[in-house]
């Protein structure tokens, strides 16, 4: 469906990211903005990135898949 455009190191920072912003609206200041760490968190576990396929930018090293 989607071809990978995020690398293996940048997908766990972007997952632990995403998990640290989300823990805010639990514990912290509790706010909505919060919510906001679902972004990289999502993008972090699908290996997608609409921006950079927007941009053509990829920093994953595996080559794309042939189908």
């Known amino acids: ?4 455009n995020i690398g ?3 997908r766990v920072i972007r997952i632990v990211a ?4 989300t823990a ?5 200041p509790q706010t909505p903005w919060a ?5 990289p968190l999502a993008t972090g ?3 997608w ?3 950079y396929a ?6 994953c090293k595996l080559p794309p898949k042939q189908d």
């Open 1 to 4: 469906m989607f071809q990978r």
């Open 8 to 10: 293996s190191t940048e």
């Open 18 to 21: 995403g998990l640290a912003i």
């Open 24 to 28: 805010l609206a639990f514990v912290g």
């Open 35 to 39: 919510l906001l760490g679902l972004v």
């Open 45 to 47: 576990l699908m290996g």
């Open 49 to 51: 990135c609409p921006p």
């Open 54 to 59: 927007i941009f053509g930018i990829n920093t």
